[in-house]
């Protein structure tokens, strides 16, 4: 049986001949936190829109639940929850007729939810949706995504213009939705702890490319980065692939490496370093060191 | 369906309530006028200022179609519409179901009077027996394809080309009307022309990005 939810095949979208995404591969399978990370620009935002159907990709493919994003047939929009960057919501719409619309539109509704979240937001509902604050607005629309139920949420950037506690709120609630009914949540963010928090995947895009996809433990575990100290000058070249990041200062190297493995190990100690220190590195740590111009692909699991 | 088809009623009441007050404006004078006349009416005579009639309506359901379209567009209702269990195209047909309901608000009573005054008070000079099927077909049709052209020039993030691109497709059609004159063959060019306004706005309506 095909668990996989969410399909990328070589995604390629050129913008006024500028190349955003430039042949992303990337599959997501039932249950999956995925959490996509990259700097402003990297095109999560334009990969998350391909993927709804938003935007036309230049070639490639992209599929949700099975059916390619072109093609989404209402059925499967119905199981799908969006919140989208800077929240589009109707902005001339009451808070009250937004919901009704969203209720009537959609093939399913949990109203307990919904109320329970709309109680725990405080969100009021005779308000214009342009009169409420960023914080209220990514929260009627998060509100509005999870009242449906659905087994795919796509959030993008979800928790930007939340305050700590809303966004503490968030992150707990999209952790219960998970763990209460096994459903699939890709989320681009900026926030690099919300994804160490909830995502137990992440990918990595980088100019155009998606250099990292793998398990968060697995992330932590290929990529690492050491402090070599050699008996003489550091040499220049080490003969290691994927290297990520290399800097040199006298005896000293501070190198970071990709699918760090025993044979990397080996092929290190032939340059006889006098000593070798893991350096640790928190997800932010890594995120810094991939999204650097020149950085390696750390792909698996 | 019908949540989006009153969705768009909601969003443009005003053209709505436009309709209604118009209609009921024009059939007060259309009634006056007969009775004034009684049965010495020569319908003939009703015939001539339909033409500038039809186009102020005709231009008032362009501006309905470029209203519906830019406002969605600068908004980005469809944005977040689309996102829901709905799509493009029935976000397009919603729209377009709204439109002519608020072009048969305004034809349907009018129409209707008509023919009843028509039998009230008979002209003394028998009449073509289809000539009210054939202005009001044709009428409907001018405005129909107006507001179809509304509907592709608002789809459009620049101001002058809804506004000008409009009023110059609109302005194209009377012309055509007054030379062919009301009958079936200008009811074919229109139905061809509407055809080929609303294929291209619904391959423009799902093909650009949201």
């Not at chain 2, 829901?84 to 709204?98: D, E, G, H, K, N």
Request: net charge neutral; glycine share 8%.
């Amino acid at each position: 049986m095909n668990d996989e939810v969410i399909g990328v095949e070589n995604l390629v979208k050129y913008f006024d001949g500028r190349c955003v995404l430039d042949g992303i591969h990337l599959s997501i399978p039932k249950g999956c936190i995925y959490g996509l990370l990259g700097r402003n620009g990297a095109g999560k935002t334009t990969m998350i829109r391909i993927l709804l159907g938003l935007e036309p990709a230049t070639r490639g493919q992209t599929s949700l639940l099975g059916v390619e994003s072109t093609n989404l047939p209402t059925k499967v929009r119905g199981r799908i929850g969006t919140v989208a960057e800077g929240h589009n919501l109707i902005q001339n719409y009451r808070v009250g007729r937004l919901i009704k619309l969203c209720k009537d539109l959609s093939l399913q509704w949990n109203d307990e939810f919904f109320s329970h979240l709309i109680e725990t937001f405080r969100l009021p509902t005779d308000r214009r949706v342009r009169e409420l604050s960023v914080g209220m607005r990514a929260q009627l629309n998060l509100a509005l995504a999870m009242a449906t139920d659905p087994e795919l949420l796509i959030l993008d950037d979800p928790t930007l213009g939340l305050d700590t506690v809303a966004r503490r709120q968030f992150l707990e609630l999209a952790i219960e939705i998970i763990q209460k009914q096994g459903r699939t949540i890709l989320f681009s963010s900026h926030i690099l702890s919300d994804v160490e928090r909830i995502a137990d995947r992440v990918g990595i895009l980088a100019a155009g490319k998606l250099v990292v996809d793998c398990p968060l433990e697995q992330l932590k575990q290929r990529v690492k980065k050491l402090r070599v100290i050699f008996a003489g000058s550091a040499p220049t070249n080490l003969y290691l692939t994927e290297i990520i990041n290399q800097q040199i200062d006298g005896r000293e190297m501070a190198l970071t490496v990709a699918n760090w493995n025993e044979q990397k190990r080996a092929l290190l100690e032939t340059f006889k370093p006098s000593s070798c220190i893991d350096v640790p590195m928190s997800l932010e740590d890594i995120f810094i060191e991939c999204t650097r111009p020149i950085g390696a692909s750390v792909n698996g699991g | 369906m019908f949540t989006l088809i009153k969705r768009e009623i909601q969003d443009h009441l005003l053209y709505l309530i436009g309709s209604v007050v118009l209609a009921a404006i024009l059939i007060i004078v259309l009634i006056s006028f007969v009775f004034q006349e009684g049965t010495r009416t020569d319908w003939d005579d009703l015939i001539a200022p339909v033409i500038p009639i039809a186009i102020i309506i005709m231009l008032g359901f362009c501006a309905m179609g470029v209203s519906q379209m830019y406002t969605d567009r600068n908004r980005r209702v469809s944005a977040f519409v689309s996102t829901l269990p709905v799509t493009r195209t029935q976000i397009l047909f919603a729209r377009i179901a709204t439109g002519i309901l608020t072009i048969l608000i305004l034809l349907v009573p009018l129409v209707v009077t008509i023919t009843i005054l028509i039998r009230w008070f008979e002209s003394p000079i028998p009449m073509y027996a289809g000539i009210v099927f054939d202005i009001s077909s044709t009428t409907f049709l001018m405005i129909f394809a107006s507001y179809c052209i509304g509907l592709l020039t608002g789809w459009n993030p620049s101001k002058v080309i809804p506004t000008f691109g409009a009023l110059a497709l609109t302005c194209i059609l009377v012309p055509l009307v007054i030379i062919k004159g009301f009958g079936w063959e200008i009811a074919m060019l229109l139905v061809a022309f509407i055809a080929a306004l609303l294929i291209r706005t619904w391959q423009t309506f799902t093909s650009t990005p949201l």
